[in-house]
């Protein structure tokens, strides 16, 4: 199961130079980080994730495989990209592949680095390619509302159903509002999910700061910051020349760097986590001597759902997860401590994972 976070910023944010430092730094720490080129300007990286390594220590297991995360170097974003102008087709494109959206935006001045809009205003950049998304939206919806008319009077209720949703996303657009703020029921999550719109997707603002603003931000990130918690929407606040810095040191080297700077972990790992966060999303792991290995599903799956992320056929046959959590499996050193303090429970298809859940799945063939 892949989840993907396309990066999206207007010209000379510092976008591209974000997305090189966070596949350099995954390629360096390969060895307990791992990292693919699945194509060009995609790259799949670690979910940081110290139980991990705890849990591999205790099981003594060979390797360690993490939860993995795939960002996507949107191409780059002019104003009418909705139009096509620019790369505005392919842009619009490549974000519908996404399942969220990390949008960077230039919180710093610089004389030697021209913006677009001759003017440093996060804010404005941010809603400007919000615009361009609405506006493919509302041009989207209404080609799809032409288009359904016939299949309705046929009597097709999967199309009734997606025409009533479109109908209420479109009076938000029209409204200057973005599809995600459409309360959605339950049971249409999936039908609105299938409209596949720009605007539904959630925003994780990341502010480029210059490098003295690295551990504190300023004055520009926090307006970001004010603007993402009305929206309800992530934040993390980013120095791009730092990353870029970073991703070539040592692990050792690294450490020294960013204490120095104030900072506990690198920008990019906090850019990766609040993406996990973003997007809802779990972690549950499985231990061995072979292997110890993190899993990543959203919340709110249930026993089976999290086996199939293993195998289909785990979630076919599933009979049972014998099940201990993190905290009890680092208490009692490991499985058979857990057992024998009857700390590891035998849960059957009706149970929601737990984050941290550390599970062992039998099923039939």
């Known amino acids: 199961m892949g989840f993907k976070v396309g990066i999206v910023g207007l010209p000379n944010v510092g976008k591209s130079t974000l997305f090189n430092a966070l596949t350099r730094t995954a390629s360096a720490q390969a060895a307990n980080f791992p990292f693919c080129t699945i194509e060009p300007n995609v790259g799949e990286v670690s979910v940081p994730d110290d139980r991990l390594d705890t849990i591999a220590g205790i099981a003594g297991s060979k390797s360690v495989i993490p939860a993995r995360m795939t960002f996507v170097d949107i191409a780059g974003l002019v104003k009418g990209a909705s139009k096509g102008e620019g790369l505005g ?25 021209t913006h677009v809009s001759n003017k440093v205003d996060p804010v404005d950049d941010a809603q400007t390619i919000e615009t361009e998304l609405m506006l493919a939206d509302l041009e989207s919806i209404e080609k799809r509302l032409a288009g359904n008319v016939k299949k309705i009077r046929g009597g097709d209720k999967d199309a009734a159903k997606a025409s009533e949703l479109m109908e209420a996303v479109k ?107 973003l997007l809802h999303l779990i972690t549950y792991f499985t231990c061995g001597p072979k292997e110890a290995r993190a899993w990543t599903i959203p919340a709110g799956y249930r026993a089976p759902q999290a086996a199939g992320t293993i195998h289909t056929d785990f979630e076919k046959g599933f009979i049972r997860a014998e099940t201990t959590a993190y905290d009890e499996y680092v208490a009692h050193n490991g499985e058979q401590g857990s057992k024998d ?15 941290g859940d550390i599970m062992h799945f039998r099923f039939a063939n």
């Open 341 to 355: 303090a009857g700390k590891m429970r035998l849960e059957g298809k009706d149970y929601l994972v737990k984050d």
């Open 171 to 277: 009076a938000l657009l029209e409204d200057g509002r973005p599809a995600r703020e459409l309360e959605v029921e339950e049971e249409d999550a999936k039908a609105f999910r299938m409209l596949q719109l720009l605007s539904s997707k959630p925003i994780l603002y990341v502010s480029n700061v210059e490098e003295e603003s690295a551990a504190t931000g300023n004055a520009l990130s926090a307006k970001v910051a004010e603007m993402a918690a009305a929206q309800g929407a992530a934040h993390v606040v980013i120095s791009a020349a730092i990353e870029a810095e970073v991703s070539m040191l040592e692990d050792e080297e690294r450490a020294v760097f960013l204490e120095d700077l104030g900072l506990e972990e690198s920008g990019l790992d906090r850019l990766i986590r609040a993406g996990y966060g």
């Open 89 to 113: 087709n392919q842009f619009l494109a490549n974000i519908r592949e996404t399942d969220a959206i990390a949008h960077v935006l230039r919180c710093f001045e610089d004389d030697d680095v």
